[in-house]
Antibody
Framework: QVQLVQSGAEVKKPGASVKVSCKASGYTFTSYYMHWVRQAPGQGLEWMGIINPSGGSTSYAQKFQGRVTMTRDTSTSTVYMELSSLRSEDTAVYYC??????????????WGQGTMVTVSS | EIVMTQSPATLSVSPGERATLSCRASQSVSSNLAWYQQKPGQAPRLLIYGASTRATGIPARFSGSGSGTDFTLTISSLEPEDFAVYYCQQCDTSPWTFGQGTKVEIK
């Protein structure tokens, strides 16, 4: 079945970087855009950016420009989200998500299970 | 960026009753509006896209309406499994933004 499986929880120190993976299965990896969304403890959902798995082009929310990098590996159907210069406010669950209509501007039909990233000294 | 505002923040409803949730966009998003349900410890689940189209496997008791700036999610008769937090999201203009959520709790 169509699914996204993310890497496990991470604990990082302030100033470090974290790289979260999201492996897609059950569909043609290059057919659907992949988004990253995060959710701080007890808070709402925040969109971080989008990657086109076909060509690798990206677009990031202004808030994360300069700190986030999204990449993909078509040989393993995996997308990656790396966030640098971590601070305590980056403590959150990070989700990958994809719409299944083949458009960038699309709702998110499928979600990964989430990866908890904790930033603490 | 487009700001999404949901109301109310919390809705107390009895099982079997109707729930009506509202979402307002700071500028027109046409029909590019989605609704999600999220339960504790789980990823969000897509309910509605295109303002009114139910996603695959979503029960008919969930319906969406609206266009432009004002949208509504209606749950016609609440089941025990429907008590959760609901988010709207505009999919019209980057950055794709979410509302702050409406918690539907048992009255």
């Amino acid at each position: 079945q169509v699914q996204l499986v993310q890497s496990g929880a991470e604990v990082k120190k302030p100033g470090a970087s974290v790289k979260v993976s999201c492996k897609a299965s059950g569909y043609t990896f290059t057919s659907y855009y992949m988004h990253w969304v995060r959710q701080a403890p007890g808070q709402g959902l925040e969109w971080m950016g989008i990657i086109n798995p076909s060509g690798g082009s990206t677009s990031y929310a202004q808030k994360f420009q300069g700190r986030v990098t999204m990449t993909r590996d078509t040989s393993t159907s995996t997308v990656y989200m790396e966030l640098s210069s971590l601070r305590s406010e980056d403590t959150a669950v990070y989700y990958c998500a994809a719409g299944l209509r083949g458009m960038a501007a699309d709702a998110f039909d499928i979600w990964g299970q989430g990866t908890m990233v904790t930033v603490s000294s | 960026e487009i700001v999404m505002t949901q109301s109310p923040a919390t809705l107390s409803v009895s099982p079997g009753e109707r729930a009506t949730l509202s979402c307002r966009a700071s500028q027109s998003v046409s029909s590019n509006l989605a609704w999600y349900q999220q339960k504790p410890g789980q990823a969000p689940r897509l309910l509605i896209y295109g303002a009114s189209t139910r996603a695959t496997g979503i029960p008919a008791r969930f319906s969406g309406s609206g266009s432009g700036t004002d949208f509504t999610l209606t749950i016609s008769s609440l089941e025990p499994e429907d008590f959760a937090v609901y988010y709207c999201q505009q999919c019209d203009t980057s950055p794709w933004t979410f509302g702050q959520g409406t918690k539907v709790e048992i009255k």
